[in-house]
């Protein structure tokens, strides 16, 4: 079963930017839908963003619309997560799986995650 490998992450001030990536070399990642997610100190993981497995449809949380943008490179299975205008809130571990979009339910296995600290 292939696990995800999420990488990334980093300390960043509030209004900055990172890039995150979602690997999985030799897998069938590029046949799913995948999601990615993020966990907050004391708080539960929620729905980040999502993508089709073609790339065709994109999902974004509430909290990150406009700010984030979700993209995937089937040639290179791997899916990315541009983020911008970071703020305080978008501090967490952030991590990758296999998702039904349209109910944001992982399915898949989860990586090892990568962490985004937003502070200044």
């Known amino acids: 079963q292939w696990q995800p490998v999420e990488s990334g992450g980093g300390l960043v001030q509030p209004g900055g930017s990172l890039r995150l990536s979602c690997a999985a070399p030799g897998s069938t990642l590029d046949y799913h839908s995948i999601g990615w997610f993020r966990q907050a100190p004391g708080k539960e993981r929620e729905g980040v963003s999502c993508i089709g497995s073609a790339g065709i449809g994109t999902y974004y949380a509430d909290s990150v619309k406009g700010r984030f943008t979700i993209s995937r490179d089937n040639t290179k299975k791997t899916i990315y997560l541009q983020m911008n205008s970071l703020k305080p809130e978008d501090t967490g571990v952030y991590y990758c799986?296999?998702?039904?979009?349209?109910?944001?339910?992982?399915?898949?296995?989860w990586g090892q995650g990568t962490q985004v600290t937003v502070s200044s």
């Open positions: 799986a296999a998702t039904t979009c349209s109910d944001w339910t992982p399915w898949g296995p």
